[in-house]
Every structure is written in structure tokens, then in C-alpha cells.
């Protein structure tokens, strides 16, 4: 799909995204990401504390060196891109469907001193404009839930992948079957937010199916849903501004944060934290 040539379920919820994206920041410690707090629904500290704990968290998974190229396969507005680029010292291309996003994240490398090493792009993850065995690693932090055909994303981002190299993203999940009332609310909660989340146990397939090798699945929900509470507390603050500034109707807000706080709360909710790699084979290895 063409970055100029938008769906209308695309073009919806790049306007969604868009629209939450400030508040968000500002709710988010910056960042458009959960928190991870090692001590669970007992998390002290601020948001800004934790949701850069969860993007270290998922920079050591990734295990990259000083000088590589890594893909952000949806971006956002830059900022785990900034800090990876920063603390492992290696040039980052961020890729969004948003051209809004695109913008604030090379707005925010001017800003920070590291348009060299931090640079984005418009693009759909699901047909990525990049050449074969481009990127040194990857990963995808909470985007694909938002993404039509996953298996197909990440298919492309494997393509991207250099033989050997690591992708990583997390995922919210349903860790087991759930009843029918708790399914009716998953499914209004999924509209709300454009998303949809899978099983726990669909995971490693869709992996597989993507060409990719497993390497490690790890469900930290316990140590993210806290984030939900502040998350309801801080949009509840905003949407009055949120209605008059950008034009998100109130009761919206208020549906997606307390949709958000009773999708923490259910035993059934879990978050996935995914690495898997390209396979290294005979043919991709290079006989000098």
C-alpha cells in the first residue's frame, strides 16, 4: 500500500493517532508506549521513569552494537527511536504511516542533536520501500496491533532483516479464551482504539508464519498495567482541551481511558514481549 494512497481504515486511524498523540506525550513521560514497573500494580515513580524502563527493556533484547542500522517499524513521534540512537550509539530509521508523526520525529532529532544518527520516513510496515537485507535489527513497539495483516508486516520487516538479525516487538494479548460478556466488551474496546489483540497462544505461529525464527515470547502484563490507572487519570484531566483543541469528542476520551484501565484489570489481558530473527541459511551466507 502506497503511503499517499491511504485506505479509509488507514486514514482514520492516522487521524485518531494524530489526534491523542499530545496529550499522550505529555500523560507518557513523552513516549506513546506503556510503562514497565518492576514492581507491578505496586509501581512507584514517574510515567517518563517507566515507559524509558520498557524502551531499555526492549533495546538489551535487541542486543545491537555501536555503528548498526536499526528499523522502527512505526515510529510514533521518535522518542524510543532518540533513546536507542543515544545509548547504543546507532543510527535508527523510523518508519509511520503518519505524516505528522514522520515530521515530529525529525523534529525532535534537530532538536536533541541527532538527525544523523535519527532519521523517518512515510511508509506502511506492510510494504516497506527499503531494499533486502538493509537493517542490522528492528524493532516494532506497540504499532502492530494496528496493523490490517501482522504475519505480512512482519514478513516485510524479515525481508528488511540481514540474515541473523533480531526483531523485536511487544504486543498486548488475550492470554486465554474468555467468556462472552468479556468478549462483547473486548470487542466495543477494539473498535474504540482501531486495534485488535491476539492470543497468546496465535503468537509464535504468526512468527513462524512470517518467516522468522522464534527465539524468545515473555508476557509482562503484571509489570505494565499500572500504566492503565495513570492513563485514565491523566486523560480524564485533558479531555475538556482534547475536545476543543483538537476536536476528540470528551465522551471518546473518557470511553478509550476507562476501556484502558478494565482491559488492565482483566485477568485475561496480558503483554507480550516478542523476540524472533531472520534464520541464517546456507544461501545467505557469504562463502569469503
Not at 85 to 94: K, M, Q, W
Not at 168 to 180: G, Q
Not at 235 to 248: K, N
Request: aromatic fraction near 6%; include cysteine; proline fraction near 7%.
Amino acid at each position: 500500500m502506497e503511503a499517499n494512497r491511504q485506505s479509509p481504515e488507514i486514514e482514520t486511524i492516522i487521524k485518531q493517532y494524530e489526534q491523542l498523540t499530545a496529550v499522550s506525550e505529555v500523560i507518557l513521560g513523552g513516549n506513546l508506549h506503556v510503562g514497565y514497573w518492576p514492581d507491578g500494580d505496586r509501581g512507584s515513580g514517574s510515567m517518563r521513569e517507566a515507559t524509558d524502563r520498557l524502551t531499555d527493556l526492549l533495546a538489551e533484547e535487541l542486543g545491537v552494537r555501536p555503528g548498526q542500522r536499526i528499523l522502527d517499524a512505526g515510529c510514533g513521534t521518535g522518542r524510543p527511536a532518540l533513546r536507542l540512537a543515544r545509548t547504543r550509539r546507532v543510527d535508527v530509521l523510523g518508519v509511520d504511516i503518519s505524516p505528522g508523526h514522520v515530521k515530529q520525529t525529525t523534529d525532535h532529532a534537530r532538536e536533541e542533536g541527532l538527525s544523523e544518527q535519527v532519521t523517518a520516513e512515510q511508509a506502511d510496515v506492510m510494504d516497506l520501500p527499503f531494499p533486502d537485507a538493509s537493517f542490522d535489527a528492528a524493532w516494532a513497539v506497540e504499532s502492530l496491533p494496528h496493523v490490517p495483516d501482522r504475519v505480512r508486516a512482519l514478513g516485510e520487516i524479515r525481508r528488511v532483516l540481514r540474515p541473523g538479525g533480531r526483531v523485536v516487538f511487544t504486543i498486548c494479548v488475550e492470554r486465554r479464551p474468555v467468556s462472552a460478556p468479556v468478549r462483547e466488551f473486548l470487542t466495543d474496546y477494539y473498535d474504540t482504539v482501531n486495534a485488535t489483540y491476539p492470543p497468546l497462544a496465535s503468537v509464535p505461529g504468526m512468527v513462524v508464519d512470517a518467516g522468522l525464527e522464534l527465539v524468545r515470547l515473555t508476557d509482562i502484563g503484571e509489570n505494565i498495567f499500572s500504566t492503565m490507572a495513570r492513563v485514565k487519570e491523566g486523560f480524564d484531566e485533558a479531555a475538556e482541551d482534547l475536545e476543543s483543541s483538537v476536536g476528540l469528542p470528551r465522551e471518546r476520551t473518557e470511553k478509550i481511558a476507562r476501556h484502558a484501565l478494565r482491559f488492565g484489570e482483566l485477568p485475561e489481558s496480558g503483554y507480550a514481549v516478542v523476540v524472533a530473527r531472520r534464520p541464517v541459511t546456507w544461501s545467505s551466507v557469504d562463502p569469503t
